[in-house]
């Protein structure tokens, strides 16, 4: 079978495993006060052109958002997120877990817009009995997003702009950051989510990386006591090193967006197959993810060779599936499942 | 600096990171479901002598307990423990984030006894106004213990028929367990733990794995839907492969008990010569740490050249201090800091 | 100014206060284990054919879902509801709070069906990564809704076969059950709430009561050790004397339905009014709340003498605005308010 | 039988069931801002010397502490407290439940002392792994303690002063404070608490009140969007003119130290007759519970005519038992319960 069921199927750049035989028996101390996490932390701030901003290594995604968000938010507090968000559709329930309402606006595409959030805000503030529900602390959206679009710089701005001017922290997830800062249409840059979010984090576990997410905060007051909270939340590693290692050479060399260039590059590949044979989109995205719609015939047909998601059924009978390819996809792989089409 | 502060300053096994590069691009699924998990699930089911058992595999220690103890417990309920349990005291909190009152009874170097547990149940059930009060579910020990110490099998026999009797669960944590099979004085196995706990877990990262933890649950109805749990707990590796490769390793060729020998062996040379020396001990420990009182000119001293953790200060102003050896400790280390005392 | 804004502007019913005038200095336990709560219980119990149900006395209708849902879910289990549903809108995130998500379903003039509970159901079983979500674990609806609707015997009947056959319970939210027993259209009794449901309350505090809401639990055994989940989120009174007195006082003497029949009514009269006039109604409810859609210059033009809710504005500007009656609301006030409108 | 269980074993000071029924029909607002809330909250600001205080009532006496607790906490933070102390043995696990640690000092006939607190935040200061465990957040004392002893105003400066200093916030519990106000000994004013704490609550309740509890926060920053945490928590009446009414009328016309002395009187009386008589106390109360060592023998034989708390045993087999009066106690019951000595 060939995959294409996710970005987190192989093991990692083998530059991470070969720093990590070179390294392995040197002695250092642990929860990620090594000297490899600390020099992955340089090599983050300074890639973000942050020099005061604290770096936080988790070991996934959905411990990365849970935990960051619960300690963005007091516990009167919600998170405000587009209905198609990985915190409110595919996490389990961990942010209410924390104590926390996700409150759900309609995605387009999968993305929040700065209107939208206003519109919700000026209902709120308009709502006389507002002290009886949950208080809005905070817009959580992901570049890119659960469906594989992205946020222009300027939308991006304009939802970090209309958060603040109400009060609300703005989180940024990026599990698949690779996959966005190397997509052609990008123009968000790492320095423009330091300078726009509250924090956001660069996703190791899905673009390259042997295990981990990078969070970046640019303003540490905004989390004090953080690695308190990490250890709480069971989030804290005893062998730090393998995280600092990973980031330690996953951002050097340009590695990270090389590594997003090339899944990227077989996605869009595939896409333009999909389209020259006719079939649709369920979205149009620029990233690693590609949703398209199949009648229940070529799924079946396609699901003896090939592993990919089912992602949702629609009104006429036929799914949504996704394709998803990686840093690590094989470009024969590509090729043969285009050949199937 | 030579590091006796903790067993997981190193790396990992080196066999462990062979068997990574080896099947590096080999694309398995996520989450625990690939082929290298289930080897290891197979391995230790086996070692345990318990075929239905189910394995679910984490990324540290702190989450282990956190979780397992949660999903153990339903949200009246609290965990009795040792005041000296990590899950009181080192654990920032984790099960009290979760809902839960740790119960502590005093322990007697650092354990519980069947007797202590009986004592206290019979005076909670004595107590007119019991509904009033947590709910006693379950019962914590370590093998060894925080303190380094172990349970025979006669006395961790006598807690958890205590405890059955009385309709408590038992869970062990073995974050170190591998230290603790290795000991001479030891009479414990995994089978006897897949007989007399509800679930226990064989410990990884202080024990030789790269990383992670293995929790063994005898009988997995006391743990529904535990995949939800730990998801919404953040405590699901995307690559499972990790932690599946770390086991199907560790728990092979005997290398899980060779590794706790080595450090067994190490800690109990030097407690030797701290005897021989002269120095007394906090506690008799015959696993790989080794608790002495210092005075603190001794403590200086050795500190220009060694790390190790302070522990406590005791009343006639010595210090505690605790060594930890470990899998990849160098004997040479061992020799240069006993020639130091 | 005259209020419609609720029905928890009075006091209660005199007999409440008489009776507890009379027993004020009489010598009781505390906790809900007076003779008075005791002899509530029976009455409950009666009334609902349903001799081995638990009756639990709370003190509002926030905490007495909260506590509710928290003590019939696990922790990684959510309640399903209509999106317009007290608990996803107007609890300040109480289920989140105690971790729990809120699934919403889209209410049809604040109902839920059994048909979309049902085909929710099937998609979710349907799901290859439901054990990525949280795990549905039961069904609230109110009865009356938030908008006032009420559920027919063969419509509650039909969610709670469907929520069952699904492993799912159902949870009937009665803060306003007086005015739906009261209503002319209900053929819903307490009996067949009794029959239909896995545990319902009686709204006391809406419903003429002081204080005080009666959860009724058919089957006990689904809400082990209750009163500790009820002491431990602070719903224990220990004067349980007065929510025992009001319950024991509404439930004699077909007061309870009285209460709701006065009620509803004026609320009744209230529509019949506005439609003469020409207003159109945002939702045609039976009970003692009328939505009605006003212009501002009428919403102006009433607050000067009268209070009722903002409800929500709609696209062409007018404002959804409720009128709420009560057990004691004055006749004469409500000619007022037809004859100002 | 005659009923020395507990203080809340009668109705209320009859004034406040007077207040009730005149008011009765009074249309008001709900949630607590009724013109009688309004009033107590005015009588309490102006008792404590603090017009910038603001005042929040509760229900109930575990419902304050825990969501008070909750409120002035964030997540990664626990509360110091004896080990008696009512959050800690009695609540349920009310605090653990919001996620918070009960970190326990020994408490000396139920009493922390500034000393106490200053020795363990410096071991913890001193502690190099303090970021692993809670951080202490606020301490929690009761005045009277659950020991029925009182802290002179010198004791409470010293543990404010204390506690400030270490940037902890001090709470005070004063769930019987009516009863420490009255007693000979005590000379902590309603001003001094006002001064002292970050929080503290005038118990209803216990004191004669119908129902409820008044939280005053002196400086309220320490408690932003209470009323929304409150409301999260089911701890908000929707009837709060129940407990507005209850504190109006008790704050007024010295009732409160009235309801407060009449205890006190019986109780001291009640302590001097079972000295005379030769039995020992277990401490030796200044205010309206008094607990007392008797052998087994004379517990069943007073349990004939008489309720009373069996409070714990000790070593020599006899039972600490606790006599509770109140505002309501009869004279004449007190005299019968000496005879009976």
Known sequence: MLRFA????????????????????????????????????????????????????????????????????????????????HVNGHEAGAVEARGHKVITLPGIDGKLTAEAVRTWMEAFLDDDSRDHVVQPGMVYVSQPTELGTLYSRAELAAIAETAHAFGLKLFVDGA??????????????????????????????????????????????????????????????????????????????NRYVEAGRHGVELAQRLKRALLEKGYELFVDTPTNQIFALLDQETCNRLSEKFVFSNWQRVADGRRVVRFCTSWATDPAAVDELIAAL
């Open 176 to 253: 698949r950051l690779a996959y966005g800062l190397a997509a052609k249409e990008n123009d968000v840059t790492l320095e423009d989510l330091a300078k726009l979010t509250d924090a956001f984090y660069i996703g190791g576990t899905k673009c390259g990386g042997l295990i981990g997410e990078a969070l970046v905060v640019p303003n540490p007051k905004v989390l004090p006591h953080f690695f308190t909270t990490m250890k709480q939340q069971g989030a804290v590693l005893a062998k730090g090193r393998l995280v600092g290692i990973t980031f330690e050479v996953l951002m050097s060399d």
């Open 6 to 85: 996710c970005d987190y199927q192989e093991g990692c750049i083998p530059a991470i495993l070969d720093r990590l035989i070179e390294t392995n028996l040197v002695q250092v101390a642990g929860y990620g006060e090594d000297p490899f996490a600390e020099n992955a932390r340089r090599i983050i701030r300074e890639a973000c052109g942050c020099p005061q901003a604290d770096v936080h290594f988790f070991a996934g995604g959905t411990q990365t958002n849970a935990v960051t968000i619960h300690g963005l938010l007091t516990s009167y507090e919600g998170v405000i997120a587009a209905d198609t968000g």
